[in-house]
């Protein structure tokens, strides 16, 4: 009872803090030409704030099933964008009690999230309200070392209510290690930049 | 490349089409108290109009591995909310596919997908900011059937685009089959009510 007291006032005080804000400057910039696709899997990934995850279900009722979730995530800075999604994780929670047993994870996120479709009156599914897909495995990052204070930076500075959260829940750092990457933008099907071309895109230039 | 020609004609042709704009009015209402968790869930499923959906992978590179996508959805029309996600589905798509060689699937859908949380400055992974998981099967609905008409009213009507999707890609509609529903509201961790709670529950009363 003392935890959910806790936890809950740790949340109605910080409910006031400004959060995302600096992010409508990236909504305000529209995405890159459909035809730059490993640029514009890196546009969807730095503009999103969170993202949908798949994992595979260990819980009772549902095992082996998949199962979709939400969550925070930040692939850097205002200033620096890596592709690679941080999250701040706890094993407290279900899809990290599933990534336990069987790391292996699939992140989704769309321009339906940002201003973008709605604007463009696009429906979501439609290929011009484009979404990214990244599979690979989730893993920690060390929280001294280099990567991990990076992954705190990029995930407090776009999530101010973080650091906040209760200490007692063990939280981490952790990333996703993409092995694919898969883009629906515009027609003709699914498109999959090579890792390469995703991480040498940069959506900031 | 006819094909492509004739997907981008109906595609560009239809982004002057209205669509969503009726949902405003169910956005501007706030939802449920959080005590009432059935009704949180119908409320997020009723004013979402898309989801992230996770199945098992079929494809080479990723297979088995759990694969996050998103699907443009509807449990209903204005005046009435079945709980029921359906989805207007081709066999070419990927998780489509997936779904041919095993059912499952597993769909999220947020408050963060409205006004709500960035009115609120709520955190998209903070409790407050409301979501749900829906776990289960996908299943066919008969065309012809009484629930294939509901489908069909239910997703033409919040999404315009859908009846000038191509023809020649097979489309029908599906509906996934709950057998679990898990609610993330406030604090205290995921609320599981029950199939006839959920059903019960009416986000329009």
Redesign the interface.
């Known amino acids: 009872m003392r935890k959910?007291i806790f936890?809950?006032t740790i949340?109605l005080c910080s409910?006031?803090?400004?959060?995302?804000l600096d992010l409508r400057k990236y909504f305000k910039v529209d995405p890159p030409p459909h035809e730059d696709v490993a640029k514009m899997a890196r546009y969807i990934v730095h503009v999103s704030?969170?993202?949908?995850?798949?994992?595979?279900?260990t819980r009772q009722?549902?095992l082996?099933?998949?199962?979709?979730?939400?969550?925070?995530v930040s692939d850097g800075t205002k200033k620096k964008s890596t592709g690679v999604p941080y999250m701040?994780l706890t094993d407290?929670e279900?899809s990290v009690k599933d990534l336990k047993v069987d790391n292996?994870?699939?992140?989704?996120m769309?321009l339906?999230?940002t201003s973008f479709c709605?604007r463009?009156?696009?429906?979501?599914?439609?290929?011009?309200c484009a979404?990214v897909?990244l599979?690979g495995n989730v893993e920690k990052v060390h929280t001294n070392s280099k990567e991990g204070r990076f992954a705190e930076k990029s995930l407090f500075t776009r999530?101010p209510?973080?650091p906040d959260w209760p200490k007692d829940h063990g939280w981490w750092f952790g990333k996703l290690n993409i092995?694919?990457v898969?883009v629906?933008d515009y027609?003709?099907?699914?498109k999959y930049p090579t890792l390469k071309e995703y991480f040498k895109a940069d959506p900031l230039i």
Chains 1, 2 share one sequence.
């Open positions: 959910i936890f809950l949340f409910t006031n803090v400004s959060s995302n704030d969170w993202a949908g995850m798949a994992t595979i279900s009722g549902i082996g099933s998949p199962f979709a979730n939400i969550f925070s701040y407290l279900m292996r994870a699939s992140i989704t769309s339906a999230q709605k463009h009156k696009y429906d979501p599914e439609s290929p011009l979404h897909v599979t999530h209510e973080m092995t694919e898969c629906l027609f003709g099907g699914a």
